[in-house]
């Protein structure tokens, strides 16, 4: 099946300054490639500050690419002026981590739907609007609807606003969603609520969904595929059960040791990293990011070759993929 929306190589930059005159680029996106199928949830993994957002954020043309383009129907897009980046977003919509701060609350959940069905679709008769408003809110299970179509967003529970959200970008008629921790900011006892209405959502409208998280677990549970990133970068990335049974990259074994039990000390790293595995340290920083593998600070396993040089992808028969220098060794152990 053909990708309804691609980022192909895409890098971006950012350049900050300082109080003093000086300037530095922000390196926070580099050379990223991912793939959305209609009816596919994907799910974007890393700690914070490893591109996620960005990424999102360009696929959303919020950002532009610094190099590498994005691509919708197997069309290349950017540039069109204010006419073609509504039409975009017709086809694609970012619901953010906060649904508070997504709403306008000086204006009712009505209106905050109506607008939607105005701006898209030209839905200028009253009882029609009222009507579809109706059937949005119906099926992101904010029933009976009479109880919450006239509220204020802060009269609402955060489930409430994430599914007014959610509506929302339904009412677009959208063919992608990309997901930036939609359930991050909402109680424990009703994640899992949330994780369901996506998952229906992908089966009833055929949408692909790009599901952005930290937590691997909640990754298992509703994606077909996982990607991970580090550090601006994608590292690893496959069929679910593949990348969380058999992760490849030592940055994924160590995210799926955390979300088995976030209380595991360093001996307990041992048994997957050896006796040498200690204390990791702090993500490096992106204005001057490590030569080589962006992981190699950190890693438990480095090699002398992970300091100087970028480690290809290595391609595994069952659709895994990964950027290490361990798995270009194995490789060629084994074809010699």
Not at 15 to 25: D, I, K, M, P, Y
Not at 30 to 54: F, H, M, Y
Request: hydrophobic share 35%; aromatic share 4%.
């Amino acid at each position: 099946m053909a990708p309804v929306l691609e980022a192909r190589d895409v890098s971006k930059h950012f350049t900050v300054r300082s109080a003093l005159g000086s300037s530095a680029v922000v390196r926070a996106v580099e050379d990223a490639t991912l793939a959305l199928e209609p009816g596919e949830i994907v799910a974007l993994v890393g700690e914070s500050g490893s591109g996620k957002t960005t990424l999102a954020r360009l696929l959303s043309r919020l950002y532009e690419p610094t190099t590498g383009e994005i691509r919708l129907n197997g069309t290349p897009v950017g540039g069109g002026g204010r006419r073609a980046g509504r039409e975009y977003h017709r086809d694609v919509q970012l619901i953010f981590q906060d649904p508070f701060g997504s709403l306008n609350p000086l204006h009712r959940v009505r209106y905050n739907l109506e607008r939607a069905l105005r701006l898209h679709h030209g839905v200028r008769d009253k009882a029609e609007r009222t009507r579809r408003v109706e059937e949005l809110l119906e099926r992101v299970s904010l029933t009976p609807v009479d109880q919450f179509i006239d509220k204020f967003p802060h009269e609402l529970s955060g489930g409430q606003r994430q599914r007014v959200v959610i509506a929302r970008a339904l009412a677009v008629e959208p063919k992608v969603l990309l997901g930036d921790e939609p359930i991050s900011m909402l109680d424990v006892s009703i994640r899992l609520e949330m994780l369901n209405l996506l998952d229906r959502l992908r089966t009833e409208d055929g949408l692909a969904l790009l599901y952005i998280t930290h937590d691997i677990a909640s990754a298992r549970y509703l994606c077909d595929r996982i990607v991970v990133m580090y550090a601006g970068r994608m590292v690893e990335g496959g069929p679910k059960e593949d990348v969380i049974g058999n992760p490849q990259h030592p940055y994924t074994k160590l995210l799926i040791d955390s979300s088995l039990d976030p209380a595991r000390a360093a001996g307990d790293r041992a048994e997957l990293f050896g006796a040498d595995a200690g204390e990791l340290g702090e993500p490096p920083s992106l204005i001057d990011p490590p030569a080589g593998c962006r992981f190699h600070p950190r890693c438990p396993v480095v090699m002398d070759v992970c300091r100087t040089e970028a480690p290809p992808r290595t391609e595994l028969p069952n659709g895994q993929w990964t950027h290490c220098w361990l798995q270009q060794r194995d490789k060629n152990q084994g074809e010699s």
